[in-house]
Every structure is written in C-alpha cells, then in structure tokens.
C-alpha cells in the first residue's frame, strides 16, 4: 500500500511563496497520477493540480493556473507544489493523493485511492 507524507506547510504572507511536497513510499508498483487537493474550514475539499508520473502531464485549477506548478521526481518518488502569488484564499490543509491506475478523471476526489494526512498552509493578507 503507498503511503504518503506531505511536508512544508506553514504561515505565508500574501504574495509570498510556499513549496510542498509528498513523499510516497510503501509498494513497489508506479501509480499512475498523483493529485493536490485542499480543504479551507467550512468547505469542501477541492482539487488544485495533478500529475502523471510518466510524461508529467499536467493539470491545474482555473483559481490556482498561473501562480502555482506541480513537478515530480520519479527517482525519490516524490511530488512538489511549487505555489507563488499566495493569497489569503489559499488557506487550507492541503493534501497529496495517488490514483493507482489511468483515470480520464483528474479532479475527482473518489478517482483516487490514496491519501496523506495533510499540511496546513496559511497565508495572511
């Protein structure tokens, strides 16, 4: 089973940057795309960006396109949001998640099949 770790959340001001990443470990196969989500208080979780591990293709947010990029590192098996521009309506837990098999379905919470436990970016205006 993957497990996955998120890291480098934290206070931001507006128009600051943050970077996170997700650490995956556990089975040896290759899942297929792996996702960003958040969840501010009060709200449902959404979907930010995602990318396939093979060709890095890449999918964003319309309210993130622009001012935030996914990458991977397929050696360390890790994945990084790179996110610039912050605004205060970035605050949220963000979390890191893996679809192990091809899906068309890139922004759909229950297309994945893996979490991590999430990390708390804040950013204040």
């Known amino acids: 089973q993957e497990q996955l770790v998120e890291s480098g959340g934290g206070l931001a001001q507006a128009g600051g940057s943050l970077r996170l990443s997700c650490a995956t470990s556990?089975?040896?196969?290759?899942?297929?795309?792996m996702g960003w989500f958040r969840q501010a208080p009060g709200k449902e979780r959404e979907f930010v960006a995602a990318?396939?591990?093979?060709?890095?293709?890449?999918y964003y947010a319309n309210s993130v396109k622009g001012r935030f990029t996914v990458s991977r590192d397929n050696a360390k098996k890790t994945v990084y949001l790179q996110m610039n521009s912050l605004k205060a309506e970035d605050t949220a837990v963000y979390y890191c998640?893996?679809?192990?098999?091809?899906?068309?379905?890139?922004?759909?919470?229950?297309?994945?099949?893996?979490w991590g436990q999430g990390t708390q970016v804040t950013v204040s205006s």
């Open positions: 998640a893996a679809q192990r098999y091809y899906s068309a379905f890139y922004s759909r919470l229950n297309e994945y099949d893996y």
């Open positions: 556990g089975s040896t196969f290759r899942t297929y795309r």
């Open positions: 990318i396939t591990w093979s060709g890095g293709n890449t």
